[in-house]
């Protein structure tokens, strides 16, 4: 009984100082932020489609800056589903330049849009979530705006 006790009390032990270091490793100090890391900024970062008609331009662009101090390098670019295709600059944005992620969805599918697209950057704020929001809806005859036409009397006269 007390060789059971003792395996019990060092197992304890040695389990106790065995987490301690892990503990301590933890918590040290972690490195300060690069303070010349790039920041992305953009000017929006939810766009909303309203309505569309199925078939119709599903196409966005989120404007980015980099508003930090070195580079800014887009690593990826992950949309929540195969129906939304992000396409991003592959080449570095410097120091104040401007760029854009261009979005298109597929806008043959009905329904309610809500998707988001996920920037991976080597910003200091990196990642980033983008979002599609809108309605498709089916092209009928009573949705169809008629064409409008010029008014001859309200055409200014010709002198």
């Not at 331009?57 to 580079?71: H, L, Q, R, S, Y």
């Amino acid at each position: 009984m007390k060789k059971v006790l003792l395996s019990l009390a060092v197992t304890m032990f040695v389990s106790v100082a065995v987490m301690a270091q892990g503990v301590s490793v933890s918590n040290a100090q972690q490195p300060a932020a690069n303070p010349n890391a790039p920041v992305i900024t953009f000017e929006k970062t939810t766009h909303d489609y309203g309505t569309l008609y199925k078939g119709g331009d599903g196409t966005c662009e989120f404007k980015f800056t980099n508003t930090g101090v070195e580079p800014l390098i887009l690593s990826n670019c992950t949309a929540s589903c195969g129906c939304t295709v992000p396409e991003w600059p592959r080449e570095p944005i410097l120091k104040g330049k401007s760029a854009s992620v261009k979005v298109k969805y597929d806008t043959n599918r009905m329904g309610p849009i809500n998707k988001t697209i996920n920037v991976t950057s080597n910003a200091s704020n990196s990642p980033i979530q983008l979002r599609i929001v809108g309605n498709i809806v089916e092209k009928t005859a009573a949705s169809v705006m008629p064409e409008k036409t010029l008014d001859q009397s309200a055409a200014p006269v010709a002198k």
